[in-house]
């Protein structure tokens, strides 16, 4: 019988196992991995460990997220994740914060798409009553022009005939969909 052969290249790197609380907030394998990355950045695992970084660190941690914080959004953020303003931040924390900036950052972007599907690919809009009559006909529905003309209306901040950007996401925010 042949002898066994040896694996020289030595066990495969530990790889982090995937945190239950990010599961819990319903963040993706990649996103916490992306979280995660951006959090090791800044920690000095000789001087303060594996989960733990600098208070002082926050701001540029969420930078490398693709967030930029204002000195306000990074002070209400310290508040809160460090009350004690002991100067320092553990991955957890950090974890549960980010987690809500990427999804507000995801519904942002299915507001951004749905607009531009009303609007037609126009991304600065406004939604008019062309728009609507185009959307109900590839939909097969039989509106009337009062009809739409009255949603527009509806949505409309100013009671007008035409939709924004910001009056669309109030009235996805009133369904209930944001």
Do not use: C, W
């Amino acid at each position: 019988m042949p002898p066994k052969k040896r694996n020289t290249a030595g066990p495969p790197p530990k790889k982090k196992p995937r945190v239950k609380l990010a599961q819990n907030l319903s963040l993706s394998t990649e996103e916490e991995q992306e979280v995660r990355n951006a959090f090791e950045y800044f920690t000095d695992p000789k001087e303060l460990g594996d989960d733990i970084i600098q208070a002082k660190n926050l701001k540029k941690a969420f930078s490398a997220l693709g967030f930029n914080l204002s000195p306000g959004d990074a002070r209400d953020i310290l508040k809160t994740i460090d009350p004690d303003d002991e100067g320092f931040i553990t991955y957890e924390l950090f974890l549960e914060v980010a987690a809500m900036k990427i999804k507000d950052r995801d519904k942002k972007e299915e507001v951004e798409k749905a607009f531009s599907l009303f609007t037609g690919g126009d991304d600065e809009g406004p939604i008019t009553l062309q728009h609507l009559r185009k959307v109900a006909k590839v939909l097969n529905e039989n509106v009337s022009d009062d009809t739409l003309k009255d949603m527009l209306r509806e949505a409309s901040a100013g009671g007008g005939m035409d939709v924004n950007k910001r009056d669309f996401e109030d009235v996805m925010k009133r369904a209930g969909i944001l």
